[in-house]
Each structure stands twice: as structure tokens, then as C-alpha cells.
């Protein structure tokens, strides 16, 4: 397949490298179930899905209320997006339905190219809570629409830890009255990626959150696109982005709130944070309001710097040596955006995920390496 | 114990210290005195190791070794522990994660296994109670939220729990009200007034040399020290200030 990739020439995509996706695509996916999945324990025999380059893995999976098959996703004329087929994964939650508890899901890929499509659909207050691992090496792309019906409510949670290749997320969702949809994501593993959201806030009352950690080291690049749109009165919306860049690594994160008129008492929030461990690394933000209604409240704020050196002395002099201080602090910095993920084991796995980041980096002081 | 010879030092290029001396032996408490931009806090940064500050001439040696070779967490496992005048504040991070953090890092520098989970518990409630400072407190982030006399008491609290051999004390009784004096005053006695022990107070009262006593008082006046004396000097500058002793 030929692939037709937007340049950095394109607003959208000013900060992204796609650059490496023909050579990722072309390779051949290995095709083997890993002997060990990242599978979190204590849900007992709930929904769990496993897919391995993009296809189900029957008899590791328990699909529960989710179907594979032809899935209703927008928007097909994303760049990426695009490229997903016809048959994906579907959950779709009757107002009638029992919670199912925790779905859990894992993509594997293991080289290659492969492209899925997902379909979440939330009937007047239903609720779900998904996780989802990316694991392996390959181009993971996927497209997943998200449609929450009136009080109905979503955890998505989804931890990128794949060791290298290409993870890229469109998501696109539409939040009904007073329905709630919370995403957290983290970045920890070594895989590039590209995230973009287009969140929107369809009925009165609606409230959407979007928390990411990204971190990235060596000449890895993070780049986040994510808009949130009030449509309707008295939504809220919350995002929280902390990016944390050593070596030559790139984050960018472009978020963006738009206030339609009619979304009076919108009360929007946005943080974006970046630290940079090293000199050479590279944070890019941008915070982007738009609004046409006249009684709004809509607070942004930005920071990129390095991490605050009379912290780091206060901490080495009480005896913290340079590189846990640093840890440390970076670690309380990320904290911020993972501490509102409701369940306990998936939050505690979320900072296990961090930890292990930190304990392979180099959270060296660049004075020490000679960086410039 | 700490023994300081014609100490020299800039920050941002301009000489600050300009040739301290001062030796302190085990037991002793030292006042440090002096007008606004004397020194004393560039003492007390120089000594602790911060980065910015540099030595250009002199020594500074802890129990004979060159302390100003040591980087500062280094020092602290030394038995060095510096109160700071503007207790920093570290979101995100909490006290009793910062102080384990902490003291296991010293005792590994010292070939000491790490404290329990439980016996680390044990130690900050003790040390907190006496400071008056609750157990809530100490799961806060680090001085995230606190008073200006919290803080300083929270500085006591870990001095506490470090247990240091010498303590470098700056402004410690800033910005406290005559409760709070008394408090933490009664906390460097408790923690520091030891035979193997010695402070070095940094201050421009006389009220928190009235709770501890010192046994040497020394006026720092255009980075050098200018006086030394007795716990009557200070009641000295007190009466007459610090224009007629310095000059």
C-alpha cells in the first residue's frame, strides 16, 4: 500500500515526524503471542480482549458484551484514520446493562502495520471503564469513536508501552447531557506516537477530561493534537498534560477548547506542563481557546522549563543524591495528570508503568554527561 | 569538628565572603550576627554546597575532610544538615516520602541498612508531636500550604529525624510569633545541645539566643567576621547595633 502521509507543512501536523511509517509498514510482522501480557489481575473473568496485530486472539480473549465486527467510526477522513477497515471491536452498554466492570485490552504488535477500528456506545446512564495496553514494536493505528447518551459515563484509560515503532490514537466522541467521559493516558514505553482527539461536548451539562503523561527519551517524539468542544450550556472540561522530554526527545501537545455560542456557563481548564531533562530535548505547547459565548470561564495555563533547581537543592541537602531527586521531582510532576484515574489498580499500575520508565533512564544532570 | 580558614566566595561574579575563619568543635554552639547582606546566608549555601556559589579562595574542612569537596548530598550523609530561612516548596511530594527518601539515602551512605516502613513512621510521629506539628501535616506535599511558621517548624521536624552532627542554622526564628520561638528554640536544644554536636545559628535577634544559649558570638559584617565574643556580645549589638560594633 502506498502510504499518503500529511507534511509538517500542515498546520495540524507541524510537529510530527511520520517519516519512519513507510519503513515500519513494510516490515513483516513476527505474528507471536507474547508469553507475557500486561494483563492487570483482581477482575476476575471479566471482559478482556486480545489483539495481535490487529486481529482477536479468541482463546485469549472474553469479549463479554463486545462484538467484533463492523463498526460505525468517524471521522474516515483523517489522515491515519482513514486507513482502518470496516471490522473492528464494539461495546455497546443498554441503559439496562450491568456494569461489566473493568474491559481490559491489549494490542500487540509485533512488526508491520495494522490498522482497527472501535466503537464504544453508551446508552442513557450506562457506564464502562476501559484500559488499554499497546505493546510491541510495529505501527499500531487506531480509530475509535466514542458515543456517550445522557448521565452515561466512561473511564478510558491506556498505557502506551511498547518498546519502539509507532502508536497512533484518533479518537472522536460525543458527550451527551450531563454524561461524563475522563480519559488518562500514559506514553512510557519507546514507541513514537501521535494522539488526536476531537472531543465534544453534544449536550447540556456535559463534562470531559483529558489527562496525559508523556514521556520520552532519546530521539523519540510525543505528539498530541486534542480538541474539546463545548456545543451546549454549562458543560465543564479539564485537561491536564505533562510532558517530560531527555536526550534529544520531542513532546508536543496541541490542545485546544472551543466555546460555541450557545454554551454559556462553559467552565473550561487547561494545564499544559513540560519539563525538559536535558538541554537538548524539546517541549512544544500549545494552548488554543476559541470562544464565542460571553459568559465563560476558560483557564489555560502553560510552562515548559527545567525542573526547579532550588527543589532539587533542597532535596540533595538533605541527603537525596542527584539522579533520586530528580526522579523524584519528575515523578510528582507526572503525578498530576495519572492521580485522577478512579481505580486503584489501574492507577497503581499507571505508576508502576512511570517507575519503570525512570528506573531505565538516564536522569543523569547534564553538566555530568557534557551536554551542551 | 567544622573548621573554616580565610573562606573567599562569589555569587554571579561578586565577592560576598571575603576571608572567614571560624573553627567548631564538638558541643559548642555558634551565633552568627550581622546587618542585611553581610554574608550570612552565603555562609551558611557555601557550606551546604548550592550550586551558584563559589569558593574562590580558602578551606573548609568537616571533621579534616575538604567539605567543599563533597557535593551536597554528600555533606548531609556527613552528618551536616542546613535549616533554610525560605523552606522550599515541593508540590507532589510528600514529607514522610521526602524524609524516608532522605534519611535511607544517608544511612546507605553510611553503610546502614534503610529504616523499617514502620520504624520511619514511628520516628517522624515522634519528632512531629514535638514540634506540635500532626501526623496530617507530614503526609502533606513538603511545605506545600504551610505557614511561615510551619515551615519552620517542619525544617525542625527533619532535623529531627536526620539527627545531624553539626546544624547550619539561617534564620531559623524569621517570621516567627513568641510561641512559635519557644517551640522550635526548645527543638535545637533537644535535637543539637549534645557533647558530639554543634550549631552554627545564623540570626538577627537576641530573643532565640535567649532560649539557645550560645557559647560564641560572632559579628559578620562585609563577609568578614568582625567580632567574636561571648554570649554578651549579643546582648551588646542589642543595645548599641550592629553601625557601632562593625565599625
Redesign the interface.
Known amino acids: 500500500m502506498l502510504l499518503d502521509l500529511p507534511s509538517a507543512r500542515n498546520e495540524g501536523w507541524r510537529w510530527s515526524n511520520l517519516s519512519a511509517l513507510p519503513d515500519i509498514a513494510a516490515r513483516a510482522p513476527v505474528g507471536t503471542v507474547p508469553a507475557e501480557l500486561p494483563w492487570l489481575d483482581g477482575y476476575g473473568d471479566g471482559p478482556r480482549l486480545l489483539f495481535v496485530d490487529g486481529k482477536l486472539v479468541a482463546e485469549q480473549s472474553n469479549p463479554g458484551a463486545i462484538d467484533i465486527g463492523p463498526v460505525e467510526a468517524e471521522p474516515r477522513d483523517h489522515a491515519l484514520a482513514r486507513l482502518v477497515g470496516p471490522e473492528g471491536w464494539r461495546l455497546r452498554m443498554g441503559r439496562d446493562h450491568a456494569p461489566q466492570g473493568l474491559v481490559q485490552i491489549i494490542h500487540v504488535s509485533t512488526g508491520g502495520a495494522d490498522h482497527l477500528p472501535a466503537e464504544v456506545v453508551l446508552d442513557v446512564d450506562a457506564q464502562a471503564e476501559i484500559l488499554e495496553t499497546y505493546i510491541g514494536n510495529g505501527w499500531t493505528n487506531r480509530l475509535s469513536s466514542f458515543r456517550l447518551a445522557k448521565g452515561a459515563r466512561l473511564m478510558l484509560s491506556r498505557r502506551l508501552l511498547g518498546d519502539g515503532g509507532f502508536v497512533s490514537l484518533t479518537d472522536r466522541a460525543e458527550v451527551g447531557e450531563g454524561a461524563s467521559f475522563v480519559s488518562a493516558t500514559l506514553a512510557a514505553g519507546g514507541a513514537d506516537t501521535r494522539l488526536d482527539g476531537d472531543i465534544r461536548l453534544t449536550g447540556k451539562a456535559a463534562y470531559a477530561e483529558a489527562a496525559a503523561a508523556l514521556l520520552a527519551r532519546g530521539s523519540q517524539r510525543h505528539d498530541a493534537n486534542l480538541a474539546i468542544r463545548h456545543w451546549q450550556p454549562n458543560g465543564s472540561s479539564r485537561q491536564v498534560w505533562r510532558s517530560v522530554a531527555d536526550d534529544m526527545a520531542t513532546c508536543s501537545v496541541a490542545a485546544r477548547v472551543d466555546v460555541a455560542r450557545d454554551a454559556q456557563k462553559t467552565d473550561g481548564e487547561q494545564s499544559l506542563k513540560g519539563i525538559m531533562l536535558s538541554r537538548t530535548a524539546t517541549i512544544n505547547a500549545k494552548p488554543e481557546l476559541e470562544i464565542f459565548a460571553d459568559d465563560v470561564k476558560c483557564a489555560h495555563g502553560a510552562t515548559v522549563g527545567e525542573l ?4 532539587l ?10 539522579e ?2 530528580r526522579g ?2 519528575t ?3 507526572v ?2 495528570a495519572l492521580e485522577r484515574i478512579g481505580d486503584e489498580e489501574v492507577r497503581k499500575a499507571f505508576y508502576a508503568d512511570v517507575e519503570s520508565w525512570f528506573t531505565t533512564s538516564s536522569l543523569v544532570p547534564s553538566e555530568v554527561e557534557g551536554r551542551p | 569538628m567544622l573548621k573554616i580558614e580565610n573562606l573567599h566566595a562569589t555569587v554571579d561574579g561578586k565577592e560576598i565572603l571575603k576571608g572567614i575563619s571560624l573553627a567548631i568543635a564538638p558541643g559548642e554552639i555558634h551565633a552568627i550576627m550581622g546587618p542585611n547582606g553581610s554574608g550570612k546566608s552565603t555562609l551558611s549555601y557555601v557550606l551546604a554546597g548550592r550550586p551558584g556559589y563559589e569558593v574562590t579562595a580558602g578551606s573548609a574542612t568537616f571533621d579534616g575532610k575538604d567539605l567543599l569537596a563533597l557535593e551536597p548530598h554528600e555533606r548531609a550523609a556527613a552528618g551536616i544538615f542546613l535549616g533554610f530561612q525560605y523552606p522550599v516548596e515541593i508540590p507532589g511530594v510528600s514529607n514522610v516520602q521526602f524524609l524516608r527518601t532522605a534519611l535511607n539515602a544517608q544511612r546507605r551512605a553510611r553503610g546502614q541498612l534503610d529504616l523499617s516502613a514502620g520504624d520511619f513512621l514511628r520516628l517522624s510521629r515522634e519528632q512531629a508531636d514535638k514540634l506540635g506539628l500532626s501526623m496530617d501535616m507530614m503526609k502533606r506535599h513538603v511545605n506545600v500550604g504551610f505557614s511561615g511558621g510551619e515551615k519552620k517548624r517542619n525544617e525542625m521536624v527533619q532535623m529531627g529525624i536526620i539527627d545531624p552532627r553539626l546544624a547550619i542554622l539561617d534564620e531559623t526564628d524569621s517570621g516567627l510569633d513568641i510561641d512559635a520561638l519557644r517551640v522550635v528554640g526548645d527543638g535545637i536544644n533537644r535535637i543539637m545541645r549534645k557533647p558530639d554536636k554543634a550549631v552554627l545559628l545564623i540570626t538577627h535577634y537576641q530573643r532565640l539566643l535567649d532560649i539557645v544559649r550560645p557559647d560564641f558570638v560572632h559579628v559578620l559584617a562585609g563577609g568578614r567576621i568582625v567580632r567574636s565574643g561571648g554570649p554578651e556580645l549579643a546582648h551588646e549589638l542589642e543595645r548599641e547595633g550592629y553601625a557601632e560594633i562593625a565599625a
Not at chain 1, 526547579?308 to 527543589?311: E, Q
Open positions: 526547579d533547581k532550588a527543589a537543592f533542597y532535596l540533595e541537602s538533605r541527603g537525596v543524591p542527584p533520586e531527586a523524584l521531582l515523578r510528582a510532576f503525578a498530576d
